[in-house]
Nanobody, 114 residues
Framework: QVQLVESGGGLVQPGGSLRLSCAASGTIFSITSMGWYRQAPGKQRELVAR???????TYADSVKGRFTVSRDNAKNTVYLQMNSLKPDDTAVYCC????????WGQGTQVTVSS
């Protein structure tokens, strides 16, 4: 079983930055990918960014150039650096780890508001 612990959410003004972290622990086999999804009220969950074990990254068009996903393989941790945040980025952000199955974090609230 894999446990995920997320941190780094909060309230930030438009144009500000936040960094999310998600650490995986437990019985971890080879992690194939780690990523971040978000869900805003009344909207479907969407992929924000993902990084594979080989370092290949994928981003939603809406965050390209503003968000950066990275991972520390030694710590089984994935990060999401979010810059130039907009009110439309307000959502619950969840990390997902794929390792012989898919595991989800509990989610962390990100609110962008003045």
């Amino acid at each position: 079983q894999v446990q995920l612990v997320e941190s780094g959410g909060g309230l930030v003004q438009p144009g500000g930055s936040l960094r999310l972290s998600c650490a995986a622990s437990g019985t971890i086999f080879s992690i194939t990918s780690m990523g971040w999804y978000r869900q805003a009220p009344g909207k479907q969950r969407e992929l924000v960014a993902r990084i594979t074990s080989g370092g290949t990254t994928t981003y939603a068009d809406s965050v390209k150039g503003r968000f950066t996903v990275s991972r520390d393989n030694a710590k089984n941790t994935v990060y999401l650096q979010m810059n130039s945040l907009k009110p439309d980025d307000t959502a619950v952000y969840c990390c997902k780890v794929t390792s012989r199955g898919a595991y989800w974090g509990q989610g962390t609230q990100v609110t962008v508001s003045s």
